[in-house]
């Protein structure tokens, strides 16, 4: 009977048959991914409880306002090469019920996961309540940023929320000692005692080198940092196009990155930090860094496709650090921009606090919310061609076009707008979206 | 003559893009051919001659708890040029840090730069209101509130407009004005989405300076393109 002594055992055979029906049935329907996860939660509420603390390596939390897809993606990448068996989310289902369907299709019907370890992007709102469901042993934390305000209200909030979600953490932090908020965090963590706290960072030389650095959000509080975020596990020493050189345990090792910028390289680094300490012994930095170097990028995070006799780059902007450090990392003058701005997206003005110089003149504007692009454009005395609102006629319109002269045309896409060019595109490996 | 343009704080009140209210007032000078000298005032900075517009815009409750004092040390002179007539467009933070006093919380409240004879309780709920509607003297002003503040006027201080959609100061009322100083809730940037606001703006300080602002085809041309994004929001007011 070695199936019953596995974690759940029969008690969630039929729950998680419900939840299966229910993927069926919104497959049918065409709908989206959360649905199954609430139909087993209500079932069993701690069935994911259950589920993961039958990983030999446990859960593992990847958090931050900008670049969870990516790390996840990264650490993923990394831990795999190093022979273990990874459970991960799709990008973007980084809420409870995504989590949980996710986690849930890949479950035995005994309630066992078949991975050594659970790699999962958390949404910062809903951190504390999946941490008490999966109570994960390490966490990362990447940046704060202004981001989300319509949602969040201010920084300060955030920076609340990754407060709660570290205590939630049991046993291990890793933070962006550069970052204004996670630097102080880190030192409030220390002090509790209850937490290991790691940091990563980048070189004030690879910080000046990006015209906005980290456009981390400001800190008010008065709490100075410790001297310990002085002795990072993995720093950036530098980040120019693609190429980075990232140091580990005194030694620079030049890297050539999937994607561009520095914050793609503090990324990395936030990794290699993380998976040293999860992987323990196991680890091999050599092997880490081919992994990173072998991998892909997330969709639509500085993704190019090749359609027709063109490249097209997708660029996303889901705040302003997101278009802020995609505009700086661009080692070329984009000749041929689309710009698509979600309808989701609830209040565009950070809009103006971008410095758009990068951005000589734009083809198309798309999305619902594409006027607000275009009046941005055009206070800063910028040319536009056409509102196209509808993207996938958009992207059409500039595929019509002439062929620019560099072959590629820049595409700015808000997450929605992403989704929709790259199915339109032909890219059917769509990630899972998210979890509403 | 040239227009000079202040916008205080912008490192740190500009957290809803209020820098694009300096860029909107700019821009539109520019077009008329009218010159502009934009400069920029943050803790350490001096403030400098007499400008003929003053923006400053919104940041979170900390920034406001970490700026009072920054705001009590040009408190005076910022009280002297409104009565001088300058121009003030004050938003969110910046508009209550210009008040009277802002309660923070229970224990805490802090004074204004008293520009404005308003009270500010900003322990209230977050409000968010994606389309805030305004009705006054301006037409329909349309934009974003984010706030968590109740704001009192005293007797005799006149609001911008009636809310039509939103919050406002909590009492169907929106914003204050004092002579030439506008304080609001609207972000968006307010002056960006409303160029009939931003004119009249525009139309005090050139006042001052003696230049004639002219609007021309240019003109026309940028306000069609934020006509489409005005009715974006006005398209989302209850009807």
């Known amino acids: ?436 | 003559m040239t227009v000079s343009i202040l916008e205080l704080f912008s490192n740190d009140l500009a957290l809803n893009g209020d820098t694009g209210n300096r860029r909107a007032l700019a821009h539109r000078l520019e077009l008329a051919g009218i010159e502009v000298e934009q400069r920029t005032y943050n803790p350490g900075d001096t403030l400098g001659i007499l400008p003929d517009i003053v923006v400053v815009g919104t940041g979170s409750s900390s920034a406001q708890r970490a700026l009072a004092p920054e705001f009590a040390q040009i408190a005076e002179q910022l009280r002297e040029w409104a009565k001088a007539g300058v121009v003030f467009l004050a938003a969110g933070a910046g508009f209550h840090l210009l008040g009277k006093t802002i309660k923070l919380d229970a224990d805490t409240v802090i004074e204004g730069a008293g520009v404005f004879d308003v009270t500010v309780d900003a322990t209230a709920a977050r409000i968010v209101t994606e389309a805030f509607g305004i009705d006054g003297q301006f037409g329909l002003l349309i934009g974003t509130e984010n706030h968590s503040a109740v704001t009192t006027l005293a007797q005799g201080m006149a609001p911008i407009g009636a809310v039509r959609n939103g919050f406002g100061n909590g009492d169907g009322l929106e914003g204050a004005v004092v002579g030439n100083a506008y304080g609001t809730h609207l972000h968006g940037p307010a002056l960006v989405l409303n160029p009939v606001f931003a004119d009249h703006l525009i139309s005090l300080a050139v006042a001052r300076t003696g230049d004639t602002y002219i609007k021309n085809d240019k003109h026309d041309e940028l306000d069609q393109t934020i006509d489409l994004a005005r009715e974006i929001l006005i398209g989302k007011l209850p009807r």
């Not at chain 1, 299709?105 to 504390?128: F, M, N, P, Q, W």
């Not at chain 1, 930095?285 to 496709?305: D, F, P």
């Not at chain 1, 919310?369 to 009046?375: D, E, I, P, W």
Request: charged share 20%.
């Open chain 1, 1 to 436: 009977m070695t199936t019953l002594s596995k974690p759940g055992g029969v008690k969630y055979v039929l729950p998680i048959l419900a939840g299966r029906a229910a993927r069926f049935a919104t497959r049918l329907r065409g709908g989206g991914s959360a649905l199954p996860g609430v139909v087993v939660q209500k079932l069993a509420p701690n069935v994911m409880r259950d589920v993961a603390a039958g990983l030999p390596h446990g859960v593992v939390f990847i958090l931050g306002s900008n670049g969870k897809s990516t790390t996840t993606n990264i650490m993923t990448d990394v831990v795999r090469a190093h022979g273990l068996k990874v459970f991960t989310n799709p990008s973007g289902a980084n809420m409870p019920q995504g989590i949980a369907s996710a986690l849930l299709k890949e479950t035995s019907l005994t309630g066992r996961l078949d991975a050594d370890i659970a790699i999962l992007e958390i949404d910062e709102g809903y951190g504390v309540v999946i941490a008490e469901q999966l109570r994960p042993r390490a966490a990362v934390i990447l940046n704060l940023l202004v981001d989300q305000i319509y949602r969040f209200g201010e920084p300060d909030r955030v920076a609340t929320m990754f407060r709660n979600i570290a205590h939630a953490v049991d046993g291990y932090v890793a933070l962006n000692r550069d970052d204004n908020f996670l630097a102080k965090l880190g030192t409030e963590l220390e002090q509790g005692g209850k937490h290991r706290v790691e940091y990563f960072g980048s070189t004030p030389e690879a910080l000046a080198s990006a015209p906005h650095g980290q456009a981390s959000a400001r800190d008010y509080s008065e709490i100075e940092a410790s001297a310990n975020g002085a002795h990072p596990v993995a720093e950036v020493v530098s980040a120019s196009g693609n190429e980075a050189v990232i140091r580990f345990a005194g030694t620079d090792y030049p890297i050539t990155m999937p994607s561009r910028g520095l914050h793609y390289a503090v990324d990395v680094a936030a990794t290699l930090t993380l998976a040293a300490h999860t992987l323990g012994e196991r680890f091999d930095v050599n092997i880490a860094l081919k992994a990173v170097q072998a991998g892909k990028t997330v969709y639509g995070r500085g993704e190019i496709m090749t359609v027709g006799d063109r490249e097209v780059e997708i660029l996303m902007l889901k705040n302003l650090a997101s278009l802020q450090l995609n505009l700086d990392s661009l080692t070329y003058e984009p000749d041929s921009v689309l710009f698509a701005y979600d309808e989701s997206s609830y209040d565009p003005s950070w809009l103006y606090n971008a410095d758009l110089s990068k951005i000589k003149h734009v083809d198309v504007i798309s999305g619902p919310k594409g006027a607000f692009v275009a009046t941005r454009l055009a206070y800063e005395g910028k040319t536009f061609d056409r509102i196209i609102p509808d993207v996938t006629e958009a992207v059409q319109a500039v595929l019509d076009g002439p062929r620019p002269a560099s072959g590629r045309h820049t595409f700015f896409l808000d997450y929605d707008q992403m989704m929709a060019t790259r199915k339109y595109l032909g890219y059917k490996d769509l990630e899972a979206g998210a979890a509403s």
